[in-house]
């Protein structure tokens, strides 16, 4: 079966910079895809993306080395399972509160004994190539978000249960269950505190540990901490970041400040 870069480089303590895809748009993951991130996250929690989309956004970042991820919207067995089966070398699960849960999101990316996952790789195997049931459990990275107050709470059960491929913070759900505004590069001290905990403990239990970052400076930040794995930027934060500052720039005039959307 093809090799999970991504997963194998974290495994032995590597760092990898990926991207995040919100827009529904192949040449657009095609494009990021040949940029040459080790991965790329489709996401179907926040993102303008559906699974007609993710049909198509897969086997275009497929043509590269980039490591396919989804984001699915929830801990679904069944929605875990479809992605999966498109072709995802891993998920992403939002929202995270605790180990059952964990231990739940786990199963529905493990086939039997070890899971509960449904066999039907429709289109994973032909990407994944021969050996795919046999090596898909050691192969499909399980990623869970801890991001909520009960899933900070309960950090130690969440990371040490059995199976998982490694831990990602979204760091503005992050603040709201610290009773702070949704910021996602933020410097509050607490913040701070709480991202370095999950980080040492994910450290601690041999976990690769993962976060989102809005650009280049929390980017060489969270590197320089020692995370496995930090998202860059987005699709449409790209084309945004660079379109605002470059029509400033023509015009002479101060770069538009715009709302927060996540990304």
């Known amino acids: 079966m093809r090799k999970n870069a991504a997963l194998a480089k974290w495994r032995t303590g590597e760092q ?19 940029a040459g991130f080790d991965w790329l996250c489709i996401d179907m929690q926040h993102g303008l993306v559906d699974y007609g989309d993710l049909r198509h956004m897969l086997p275009a970042i497929s043509t590269t080395d980039t490591t396919p991820i989804v984001r699915v919207a929830g801990n679904n067995p069944a929605e875990i399972m479809k992605a999966l089966d498109a072709g995802a070398m891993g998920v992403i699960v939002p929202l995270v509160n605790n180990r059952a849960e964990a231990a739940a999101a786990v199963a529905a990316c493990r086939y ?37 107050k009960e899933g900070i709470a309960n950090l130690e059960e969440i990371v ?17 269950a610290l009773g702070l505004p949704p910021k996602g590069d933020n410097d ?17 239990h041999g976990v690769p540990a993962g976060i989102h970052t809005g650009g280049l400076e929390y980017t060489k930040l969270r590197l320089a901490a020692g995370f ?36």
């Open 16 to 34: 990898t910079i990926g991207a995040w895809l919100s827009l529904g748009n192949t040449h657009t993951a095609e494009m990021l895809a040949n």
């Open 112 to 148: 039997p004994p070890e899971g509960g996952r449904s066999f039907g790789p429709i289109r994973a195997a032909m990407y994944g190539g021969r050996g795919y049931a046999a090596e898909a459990n050691e192969e499909i990275a399980c990623i869970v978000m801890i991001e909520t």
């Open 160 to 176: 040490t249960t059995p199976g998982l491929g490694g831990v990602y913070i979204g760091p503005a759900d992050l603040a709201y």
């Open 188 to 204: 509050d001290p607490l913040h701070l505190e709480t991202v370095g905990r999950i980080l040492a403990a994910c450290k601690a």
């Open 228 to 263: 496995n794995f930090v998202t860059l930027g987005s699709d449409g934060g790209f084309m945004m970041q660079a379109a605002a500052t470059d029509l400033a720039a023509a015009r002479g005039a101060q770069k538009r400040e715009r709302e927060a959307t996540g990304y």
